[in-house]
């Protein structure tokens, strides 16, 4: 309990800090597990399979006239298979009620990783 408190808090001083400057807010950044137990923290913390999700539903009760994101690196270059994963966790999210507007594709690249036929099917 003291742990969903302390992020809670920590939501509403956010957002409450940033509502008039923040148009796009990223809720929950790099939730993908991938490598496994390295994105674990929320779910370690509060021993709660939906915390993401009521993270999410804080966040657009605190600002809900901003555009609120899932994001995940790794997605455009499918680094460690995360495209799939990332996938799965969007439609998951969904289907519990989680409130998001968009979706982001964050990777970080070397010009030598760089497909843009694979990039587009990915986007696409």
């Not at 409450?16 to 370690?44: C, I, S």
């Not at 999410?56 to 499918?78: A, M, S, W």
Request: charge should be negative; charged fraction near 30%; hydrophobic fraction near 35%.
């Amino acid at each position: 309990e003291d742990f969903t408190e302390a992020v809670y808090n920590r939501l509403k001083f956010a957002t409450k800090w940033a509502a008039p400057y923040a148009l796009h807010w990223d809720v929950d950044n790099e939730m993908v597990d991938q490598p496994a137990g390295e994105h674990t923290f929320y779910l370690d913390h509060s021993q709660d399979p939906d915390f993401r999700i009521k993270i999410f539903k804080r966040v657009k009760e605190l600002i809900p006239n901003t555009t609120l994101f899932l994001n995940d690196y790794g997605i455009l270059d499918n680094r460690y298979n995360r495209f799939n994963m990332y996938l799965d966790q969007i439609r998951d999210l969904q289907e519990r009620g989680a409130p998001f507007d968009a979706i982001g594709l964050q990777s970080h690249l070397g010009a030598s990783r760089v497909d843009p036929e694979y990039f587009k099917y990915v986007v696409e």
